[in-house]
């Protein structure tokens, strides 16, 4: 299992949310591109960028910092306000190796098959970012997570699944950046059920404990954010990771 380092974008700064919160964001004193060529040093192979501003704005706006992180090394998977076509294609441009689309997916889901179709299934992931409704039923956060859709998760991933869909990043939002672990439970329960998909695990990693225990559900990969920055997940665990 691969460790992706993540970096939000927001203006020039490096920062990180609580819950996708844009009240409660925590602000690291990091140079992006710095920042980037430091986990390529580290030996990470891929980076999960995401463009908070673009995400706010529905259309990506961080698009020369994303070029810039792209040529330090490491691939890039890159998302945030992604609404076209066109949008997929800039960030391309910007020399992200993959994109993520949430919204779109949830809301057009016929234009992310079709983009599937034409970029390929090694181009494109799906960011399925999940809350647990009261009813116990798992719905999709959308619009950078200030709203909840009501699409069926099932029938979603049945659609993509027969458009070529591969790569799946998945959030549960009442983890992401609370330092209080990941949700397992969620995990095990998406792999056991979509065996098919590249699961990659984001939200509340907090250690190699974690990352271990993350390992033990099946995952492909998981995003660290925090735990990175701030030192509780060494730099050392992604060289580990990807000579795994």
């Not at 998302?79 to 949830?106: I, K, P, W």
């Not at 079709?114 to 647990?132: H, I, K, P």
């Not at 859709?149 to 869909?165: K, T, Y």
């Not at 329960?189 to 695990?201: G, Y």
């Amino acid at each position: 299992m691969k460790i992706i380092p993540a970096i939000d974008l927001q203006g020039s700064r490096v920062v990180r949310l609580r819950q996708g919160d844009f009240t409660q964001a925590r602000t690291f004193e990091h140079d992006p591109l710095a920042l980037a060529g430091r986990y390529a040093r580290a030996g990470a192979a891929w980076l999960h960028v995401v463009d908070l501003d673009g995400a706010r704005a529905a259309q990506p706006l961080q698009l020369a910092s994303i070029a810039r992180i792209a040529g330090s090394g490491p691939r890039v998977q890159a998302g945030g306000g992604v609404r076209t076509r066109d949008d997929v294609q800039r960030l391309f441009d910007a020399g992200a190796r993959r994109v993520v689309v949430g919204s779109v997916a949830v809301r057009a889901p016929e234009d992310f098959a079709r983009w599937l179709r034409e970029f390929g299934s090694e181009r494109l992931c799906l960011a399925l970012d999940l809350r647990l409704g009261d009813d116990g039923r798992w719905r999709p956060a959308i619009d950078a997570w200030q709203e909840t859709g009501d699409a069926d998760v099932g029938e979603l991933l049945r659609r993509f699944i027969d458009a070529g869909l591969r790569h799946v990043l998945s959030t549960d939002v009442a983890h992401d950046g609370m330092a209080a672990g990941p949700n397992l439970a969620l995990y095990h329960r998406l792999v056991a059920q979509w065996p098919s998909f590249d699961w990659i695990a984001s939200g509340g990693v907090r250690d190699r404990a974690d990352v271990d225990a993350l390992r033990e559900t099946g995952v492909a990969a998981c995003v660290a954010g925090t735990a990175l920055l701030d030192g509780s997940l060494s730099l050392e665990a992604l060289a580990c990771s990807h000579a795994a």
